[in-house]
């Protein structure tokens, strides 16, 4: 909870994103920033603190630029790559997967890979299938990266804030539907988010919603219809992928015993299959229905919007997967 | 630029201390002591003339081809071979083997498998060099068959639009497995590509550690100079085959083309006879033959005597700062 006392200014989460890297920049002098265009989109308020020194607008090279930050990463340096468009972050994926999450482990310790990947999921507007991807789950299928996925001004500036600080490479997704929520969010230059940690945005008794990324704001919709019809729902937002907070979903399962899980990656094999696979391990015992999984079916982004937007989760699909084991 | 007597001999030492590690190595492999491996015989001249222009405390990457590069920055023998053997006291504590003889304390910052991958890693020490104002250079050793990979035309821009402080250094042993560099290189002559990308390039002969040695040492001294990155090609041969155990159910190299790189373009031979230019010379160099034999024959011994990685440890260094981790047993 916020300290009453402690200083808040309303930021929207595009702005979170700008005010955490450039606390984090004033603060610790290795910490760089790599990315196309940042000098006039994004991050062009940087360069008003900034030089050219640490503010790095790169060609288009994803797979070099991002080993590139690999690389200043092991030799002393914290730098932020920002990949922008999230399904632009499969061109950087070499240097992701095969470099940062295992160079640590490969060495017996003897490098660390302190680095933040920035990716925007950048969906829901129109852009055809090679631009709108969510690509999550892909990622999590690799051990050595952490993943946070903020939802909330608050947390993207906190996790951010945490991810720079981390000794390991943290793999962040915003997204681009968020970019203009507002909330009040602490000026501390110490305000952090811890990575690995879920936090429950609503309790509620009769049923666990687990919200993943930028499903938050349709979760909680959904929760507030659902207390109409007198459903109390507890929403979690995950915020952390990789490590999973667990305890903090078994523990509100084990309250509620019902589970939906609302994740807007492509459905097979995504965070929501994770956490239902986790429920039913070591949670099924708290179950008193089966887990509902609300996500994007398994079919390529369209570019119609009369296509497009019925895919992605929404209240009332949330809505109707919790009355299913009501 | 050249090098004094110290030098020269410590040149050698190093040119030995891969030939003779290399031998024995391949010779334990073979008896089943451990797995296979990529051999650096023939590169030897390449790699020392490239890693005695450097200091202790530039950055190097490398390939799969590893074992060279740590011995030639003057790595120490024991945890290598331990590593081979898969032990816990070796370089990587077992979890990186024979492609990967990556030792962070002779610079080197990964030793890249995947073909081509080490190329942006260095690049990006030569940009932290740069961030935080040090005069020190990184090198990157790749091969023919990486020249070949996105990573190097990217890196190259990259580095030339910054003037980053990396030298690019080819291995061009002329063939990526068994495809040789005249049918996959549309453009054989590797160093030509830098032109394009608005840096440096030159071809020296790997086989001729004083050649390899000038070139990387006046790139060097440019880099260290703000002047940039160059693209360096050294020739140069391999004389196994691409890796140990790997099967050649057609040849793609003549057995004539293999002995003449062995019996006329010998690295180690050929820098041996240059030097020992009276028997002053030559009992000094045979000196430095005996004692790089006895420092493989104690690596051998400590990595057979050393322990096994515990199979509870298998999460350790996954993380540097773990959180919630490893979790709950599940093997």
Request: aromatic fraction near 6%; hydrophobic fraction near 40%.
């Amino acid at each position: 909870m916020q300290n009453p006392l402690e200083s808040q200014r309303e930021l929207t989460y595009l702005n979170a994103i700008v005010e955490a890297q450039r606390e984090e920049m004033l603060r610790d002098d290795r910490v760089i920033l790599i990315g196309e265009n940042i000098d006039i989109y994004g991050c062009a308020a940087l360069f008003e603190t900034f030089d050219e020194r640490r503010l790095r607008n790169v060609p288009i090279s994803e797979n070099s630029f991002t080993g590139m930050g690999i690389g200043a990463a092991l030799t002393g340096l914290r730098p932020i790559v920002d990949l922008t468009i999230a399904s632009f972050v499969y061109l950087a994926s070499d240097q992701i997967i095969n470099q940062a999450a295992k160079l640590r482990y490969m060495t017996g310790g003897q490098l660390q890979v302190p680095i933040v990947f920035r990716a925007c999921a950048y969906y829901n507007i129109c852009n055809a299938a090679q631009h709108s991807d969510r690509p999550y789950p892909l990622f999590m299928n690799t051990p050595g990266l952490k993943i946070v996925a903020p939802a909330t001004p608050a947390d993207m500036k906190g996790l951010m804030k945490s991810a720079i600080r981390d000794d390991d490479p943290v793999l962040i997704f915003e997204d681009m539907n968020l970019w203009t929520k507002k909330e009040l969010v602490s000026t501390d230059p110490d305000f952090l988010v811890p990575i690995g940690k879920a936090d429950i945005k609503r309790q509620g008794n009769d049923v666990t919603i687990v919200s993943i990324a930028g499903c938050l704001p349709k979760s909680i919709a959904a929760a507030e219809a659902l207390e109409k019809e007198g459903v109390s729902a507890e929403v979690i937002d995950l915020r952390t992928l990789v490590p999973l907070d667990r305890e903090s979903i078994l523990r509100s399962v084990a309250k509620t015993g019902r589970l939906v899980i609302v994740d807007n990656s492509h459905r097979t094999n995504s965070v929501a299959s994770e956490v239902a696979a986790v429920v039913a391990e070591e949670g099924f015992p708290s179950l008193r229905h089966p887990i509902q999984r609300v996500t994007t079916p398994d079919v390529q982004i369209p570019y119609s919007s009369a296509l497009e937007k019925p895919l992605y989760p929404n209240g009332d699909r949330i809505v109707a997967a919790v009355k299913r084991i009501l | 630029m050249t090098l004094n007597a110290e030098q020269s001999k410590e040149a050698y030492r190093r040119m030995l201390r891969i030939r003779k590690f290399e031998e024995e190595a391949m010779s334990r492999a073979k008896a089943g002591e451990f797995s296979g491996m990529h051999s650096s015989i023939g590169h030897e001249a390449a790699i020392v003339g490239a890693c005695m222009a450097l200091r202790d405390d530039d950055y190097i990457t490398g390939t799969h081809r590893s074992h060279g590069h740590p011995i030639g920055k003057g790595a120490d023998l024991k945890p290598l071979m331990a590593e081979l053997y898969g032990k816990a006291t070796g370089i990587c504590k077992g979890r990186g083997g024979s492609m990967h003889l990556a030792d962070r304390r002779v610079g080197i910052i990964g030793e890249s498998a995947i073909v081509g991958g080490g190329i942006p890693l260095a690049t990006g020490a030569g940009l932290s060099i740069q961030v935080r104002k040090t005069d020190q250079v990184s090198l990157c050793f790749f091969g023919d068959g990486a020249a070949n990979q996105g990573t190097l035309g990217e890196s190259l821009n990259l580095a030339a639009i910054w003037k980053l402080p990396v030298i690019y250094f080819c291995e061009n042993n002329q063939y990526a497995i068994s495809t040789s560099v005249v049918k996959s290189h549309g453009q054989p002559q590797i160093s030509k590509r830098a032109e394009g990308y608005g840096l440096p390039g030159l071809t020296v002969d790997g086989q001729d550690l004083i050649a390899v040695y000038e070139a990387v040492h006046a790139a060097v001294d440019n880099a260290r100079r703000g002047g940039g990155p160059t693209l360096i090609e050294a020739k140069t041969y391999r004389f196994d085959e691409h890796c140990l155990g790997l099967q050649v159910p057609i040849p793609y190299r003549t057995a004539q083309e293999i002995d003449h790189f062995k019996s006329k373009c010998d690295p180690v031979s050929l820098y041996r006879s240059s030097i020992c230019s009276n028997d002053g010379v030559a009992a000094q160099m045979a000196a430095v033959e005996r004692e790089v034999s006895i420092e493989v024959a104690e690596a051998v011994t400590f990595a057979r005597e050393s322990p096994q990685p515990d199979p509870r440890d298998v999460f350790d260094y996954l993380y540097g700062n773990p959180i919630h981790y490893p979790p709950i047993a599940e093997l």
